[in-house]
């Protein structure tokens, strides 16, 4: 789980009303990520249920998002990260979030787009920030923003509240606001979405220098 998507959480778990219970959607970790990606502590007194397709660690019920066992306007709080791009159809995974929301209940959801293909087990969708925000349509109020390059950001954030909500602005979410707004800082390499400093630039190209050397060297070899 990327740095930014923890602290996206954070912020809303400090700034946004959390009702309970809180039930995250795709709680199942990467392999090495079960630390950083365990989200509970972040809801400490909350009522916490993590579901996942799968079993495994973190997770508390196997749940199909397209179609969740949840009862109508029966959860508090729903935390759906890095999750919509494995989701076969994500329009529908998020009516279902609202659906099983109570009126006033809150959604937090994060995704990405300039991504390798990292299955989990499948890998479907990139979201550009204008279709993030149409995912979440289905809320009466919503925000969502981008972090990266403008033209091919890392990722999408966006937050869902089902039904009136006021100030629902960037400025309730100060670390990530301000992660965003700095981001390529001290990073004068520029390559469009990929941002280096100058010693990880020459890490880099000395990495690929040797291996390509390598490459020479046993071509060489073969053919003799």
């Given amino acids: 789980m990327r740095p930014t998507v923890r602290m996206f959480v954070q912020d809303a778990a400090e700034n946004m009303p959390i009702a309970d219970p809180v039930v ?9 990520q079960e630390h950083e990606a365990n989200l509970r502590s972040l809801f400490a007194g909350h009522t916490y249920i993590g579901c996942d397709y799968q079993e495994g660690p973190n997770v508390d019920r196997v749940e199909d998002i397209h179609e969740l066992s949840f009862e109508d306007s029966s959860v508090g709080t729903v935390v759906c990260v890095e999750t919509l791009e494995h989701v076969a159809d994500p329009l529908r995974g998020v009516r279902e979030i609202h659906r099983i929301l ?11 787009m300039f991504m390798p293909i990292h299955a989990h087990p499948w890998d479907y969708w990139r979201f550009t ?16 923003f981008a ?12 937050v869902g509240v089902k039904g009136p ?3 629902l602005t960037r400025e309730r979410f100060p670390r990530t606001d301000a992660e965003c707004r700095r981001w390529g800082d001290g990073m004068p390499v520029d390559l469009g979405p990929i941002r280096m400093t100058i010693p990880q630039l020459w890490r880099f190209a000395a990495k690929n220098t040797i291996e390509a ?10 053919r003799r």
């Fill in 102 to 112: 109570k009126p006033g209940g809150v959604a937090i959801i994060t995704s990405v």
């Fill in 165 to 167: 909500f006021d100030g």
């Fill in 24 to 32: 995250e959607i795709g709680a199942r970790p990467a392999e090495g």
């Fill in 213 to 222: 050397g390598k490459r020479r060297l046993d071509r060489r070899g073969k």
């Fill in 129 to 144: 920030p204008e279709g993030f925000a149409l995912l979440l349509e289905p809320f009466e109020t919503s925000l969502s």
């Fill in 147 to 158: 972090y990266g390059y403008d033209l091919l950001p890392e990722g999408v954030h966006g």
